[in-house]
């Protein structure tokens, strides 16, 4: 069975201080992957995914992931955090193959100091 | 309207109660989903539809009841539920269910809270 972990329940960071969510899977067969936002009172938007092709896969807002196979990971990254990125950031994993289920982390809540 | 839209987005009822959630998706796609939000728990899949026909019932309490009339509409129908059903219930779409990488596509959620 598949599952991700998302290592940090909240992260902080100085405005400007780059964010670094850490994401580590399990899966069988090579996974999809994702990450979603959630701002307050919102539900879920995709930030990213990778799909098997490039392993570094840029998104919206700046933000990037890199698969690591041998890591099992796909950490999210941003150079320069800004207020705006407050939000709660989950990771999610599917296999491929005929069934679209996907299986989230627990979540990452963002905050950003100014 | 566009996107995933949920009403309503506060709900607050007695566990005597009945009532409905309503999600509808306005992208054209064949799959919805249903998911509860807990507190310091994971996102947890209640229900998946694929072209109106229930295709994962994820051991979810008979007191949640779907339905899904058509690929567009979805509802959750809510009857003499438990203080521990309090959370944030939100809807998704996706374009159908092939493949694993088709990303889903949320509404806002609807705030339950069972008295």
């Known amino acids: 069975a598949q599952s991700v972990t998302q290592l940090g329940s909240h992260v902080s960071v100085s405005e400007g201080a780059l964010v670094l969510l850490r994401c580590n899977y399990s899966s069988s067969v090579p996974p999809y992957l994702f990450w979603y936002v959630q701002y307050p009172n919102q539900g879920l938007q995709l930030l990213l995914k990778y799909t098997s092709a490039a392993t570094l896969v840029k998104g919206i807002n700046g933000f990037e992931a890199e698969f690591k196979k041998s890591e099992t990971s796909f950490h999210l990254t941003k150079p320069s955090a800004h207020m705006s990125d407050a939000a709660e950031y989950f990771c999610?994993?599917?296999?491929?193959?005929?069934?679209?289920?996907?299986?989230f982390g627990i979540g990452t809540k963002l905050q950003v100091i100014p | 309207e566009t996107g995933v839209t949920q009403t309503p987005r506060h709900l607050v009822m007695g566990m005597t109660n009945k009532k409905s959630l309503k999600c509808e998706q306005h992208?054209?796609?064949?799959?919805m989903y249903w998911y509860k939000q807990s507190a310091k728990k994971p996102l947890e899949l209640m229900f998946v539809y694929s072209l109106e026909e229930r295709v994962e019932n994820n051991s979810v309490p008979s007191r949640f009841s779907p339905e899904c009339p058509n690929s567009s509409h979805l509802f959750l129908h809510l009857h003499t539920l438990q203080p521990e059903d309090s959370a944030l219930y939100l809807c998704a779409s996706s374009q159908d269910l092939a493949g694993g990488y088709n990303e889903q596509f949320f509404g806002p959620g609807t705030r339950l809270t069972v008295l």
């Open positions: 992208l054209g796609h064949n799959a």
């Open positions: 999610a994993v599917s296999d491929p193959g005929g069934y679209q289920k996907v299986t």
